[in-house]
């Protein structure tokens, strides 16, 4: 042992393959998973997957790509060959599906395999044959065009692998799981699926000319229904280099599981840590804390701002900038959301009868132009003042230079002020003229004030007040933060909380911006800070709860190297979770003065979460609705 142990000695290639098998190869999804890619990479319009026992006994996936000549097929299936990049500089811009040249040699390592191609250039067909590794029979062969690959007995020779294998039905739903995610990233494909001969999926191909959203379209009504693909609000949004496009389900079809989420980097499947909880977030409180949207979001962006070679099944990529897709998302969802809010406003009267849920709406044609400012989508300069960075934030976004504030100038509460709630902002001439039309009438429901806009947009206007008062307290937060003392409240005696130092790392992270804040906290030992003041406008409460809850936020959201970003989550948390002082009931003056607050902020018609903080019901409407008007 001794004197062996310390014999360095290259590893033979069958050993090699068999320990890169080991990454690649998990299970049969991963088989199937490759050698569809594989497919897609040779330009295949139509890919059959068959399968037999789970993937154990048969996996065979044919193509009508380009196939391969003799002396490439022969290459392809050693270890580090591949077709697809050629130089280390390549790898900073993956435009296909496999780049390593592992995958072939890895499944043959480990299974009964055999390629057959045709080149479509020479019409010569090949056979390429290995057992588990040992070297390969190559021989002439007839096929049309394209490629078939076949992997029988997957693991026979790794025993140890073939143990870990869960039971057939638990494969099978990993296996119908990507050939239907696969097939909605590639629409203009026509997938077949079948297993032990059945056909269970036989999706034609969408006409190579049809828009990448309508292909979609089309194949979520093929792959999951007609009834879904009813409730679908479809994503359209550019940020710079960033494109989002895809569908989510309307609020109504939430789900208790995150199944249903699916998220494309370049139409490449891709998990990630921070979607569920930005999409969620999207949503905001129109799904309940446990349910989960629908979600089909595809991401397009240069291959430089991604890097797609950090897993060993190609399932997790790393972005240049996670903030800028991030928001990208976040606005795509809200926006879409907006735009299917429309549907309330022309949902009031009887007419809302019509139908079921939000499909009642959908059918209704809004009466708001729909492009009004309660809306519209975001501009760029808006999407700038929210974010604190430019759409094309992966290109690091302006930072506004320290003590050079550009906004907002915090001003002290004006007479009619929510009291206890942060400093507002100081309104512009145009926004203070356009906060005097708006009057309000009367609060109903304890939840949303009445009011009458005059002007423009003659009409009846719903604030939701809570929404108006996360908003305005969510920029008077950031305010707070950017002004060189932020208010405070001193504790009459210094409390320490200890964390769990999984959450202690995140606050230690932020300390500054927490000081920022207005919080007066510092480190007091291992995983323990002392605390002796926070922030004028929060309610004085347990802070072991708040600092957990920022620590939380800050782990599902990936945590942030920005102190912008910080700021800008530090915010959502301590309005969102409450912390922030709410006026629950108001009397006339305060809800004008609420109203006047709103209309001070940046963005006045959306909540920080992009729900709708007012919805206008013009006069027009309302005669036509009482038949003064056709
Ligand atoms: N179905 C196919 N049609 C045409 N060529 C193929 C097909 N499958 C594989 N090839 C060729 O064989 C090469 C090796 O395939 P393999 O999957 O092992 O590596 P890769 O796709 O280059 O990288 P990765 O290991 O990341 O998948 C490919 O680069 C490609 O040139
Ligand atoms: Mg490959």
């Given amino acids: 042992m001794a004197s062996n142990a310390t014999t360095v000695a290259v590893l033979p290639p069958d050993v090699a393959n068999k320990i890169a098998a080991g990454e690649v190869v998990e299970r049969p999804v991963s088989v199937i998973k490759e050698l569809v890619e594989n497919a897609l990479d040779a330009g295949a319009g139509r890919i059959g997957i068959e399968i037999e026992g789970g993937g154990r006994k048969l996996i065979r996936i044919s193509d009508d790509g380009c196939g391969m000549s003799r002396s490439d097929a022969v290459l392809a299936v050693q270890r580090h060959a591949t077709s697809k990049i050629r130089t280390a500089q390549d790898i900073d811009a993956i435009t296909t599906m496999g780049f390593r040249g592992e995958a072939l040699p890895s499944i043959a390592s480990?299974?009964?395999f055999e390629l057959l191609t045709c080149d479509r250039a020479s019409g010569a067909a090949t056979s390429v044959k290995i057992d588990g590794g040992a070297p390969a029979k190559v021989a002439s062969a007839a096929r049309a065009p394209g490629t078939t690959v076949s992997a029988r007995n997957l693991f026979y020779c790794v025993p140890a692998r073939a143990k870990f294998l869960k039971t057939t039905a638990t494969e099978l739903s990993h296996v119908g799981r990507f050939v239907h995610s696969v097939s909605l990233a590639f629409p203009h494909v026509a997938f077949k699926y079948s297993i032990d001969g059945a056909v269970h999926v036989d999706v034609p191909p969408q006409p190579a000319d049809t828009p990448f959203a309508d292909a979609l379209r089309t194949r979520l009504v093929q792959v999951r229904g007609q009834d879904l693909a009813d409730s679908l609000i479809p994503l359209e949004h550019a940020a710079g280099d960033y494109t989002v496009s895809g569908?989510?389900?309307?609020?109504s079809r939430a789900v208790l599981t995150r199944q249903e989420l699916y998220f494309y980097v370049n139409r490449r499947l891709v998990r990630c840590s921070w979607f569920a909880t930005v999409v969620k977030r999207a949503f905001g409180t129109l799904l309940g804390s446990d349910k989960y949207p629908y979600a089909f979001v595809f991401v397009s962006m240069p291959p430089q701002a991604v890097d797609v070679?950090?897993?060993?099944?190609?399932?997790?990529?790393?972005?240049?900038?996670?903030?800028?897709?991030q928001s990208a998302v976040s606005v795509a969802v809200m926006n879409a959301l907006r735009a299917g809010e429309r549907a309330p406003v022309a949902g009031i009267g009887p007419a809302a009868d019509a139908g079921p849920g939000d499909r009642a709406g959908?059918?209704?044609?809004?009466?708001?132009?729909?492009?009004?400012?309660?809306?519209?989508?975001?501009?760029v300069d808006e999407w700038k003042r929210l974010y604190g960075v430019a759409p094309d934030a992966g290109s690091a976004g302006p930072q506004p230079a320290p003590g050079a504030a550009p906004s907002p100038q915090p001003a002290p509460p004006g007479p009619g002020a929510v009291p206890g709630s942060a400093p507002a902002v100081q309104p512009s001439p145009q926004q203070r003229d356009e906060a005097d039309r708006i009057r309000a009438v009367g609060q109903v429901g304890g939840k949303y004030i009445v009011a009458e806009i005059s002007g423009a947009r003659n009409g009846i206007v719903l604030i939701d007040q809570h929404a108006a008062h996360e908003r305005v307290n969510y920029d008077a937060v950031i305010a707070a933060m950017t002004m060189s003392s932020a208010p405070q409240q001193v504790l009459l005696m210094p409390e320490t909380v200890h964390l769990p130092n999984e959450q202690a790392v995140m606050i230690r992270a932020c300390l500054d911006e927490l000081r920022a804040?207005?919080?007066g906290i510092?480190?007091?030992?291992?995983?323990t800070f002392k605390i002796d003041a926070v922030p004028g406008y929060i309610e004085l409460g347990a802070l072991e709860p708040m600092l957990a809850a920022i620590a939380a936020d800050l782990r599902e959201t990936g945590g942030s190297r920005r102190a912008d970003e910080l700021r800008q989550r530090l915010a959502l948390v301590l309005v969102c979770r409450g912390s922030v002082k709410f006026n629950q009931s108001l009397s006339l003056p305060e809800m004008q003065a609420l109203i006047g607050q709103l209309q001070a902020t940046r963005t006045p018609w959306t909540c920080p979460h992009g729900r709708p903080t007012m919805i206008v019901v013009p006069f027009d409407e309302l005669e036509k609705r009482f038949g003064r008007r056709g």
Avoid: Y
């Fill in 309 to 325: 070679n950090i897993h060993p099944a190609k399932l997790e990529v790393r972005f240049g900038s996670e903030f800028a897709v």
């Fill in 522 to 527: 510092e480190e007091f030992g291992a995983d």
């Fill in 247 to 251: 569908f989510v389900a309307s609020a």
């Fill in 362 to 379: 959908a059918r209704m044609k809004p009466p708001v132009p729909s492009r009004t400012p309660w809306t519209r989508k975001l501009t």
């Fill in 517 to 519: 804040a207005g919080f």
């Fill in 110 to 112: 480990v299974s009964q």
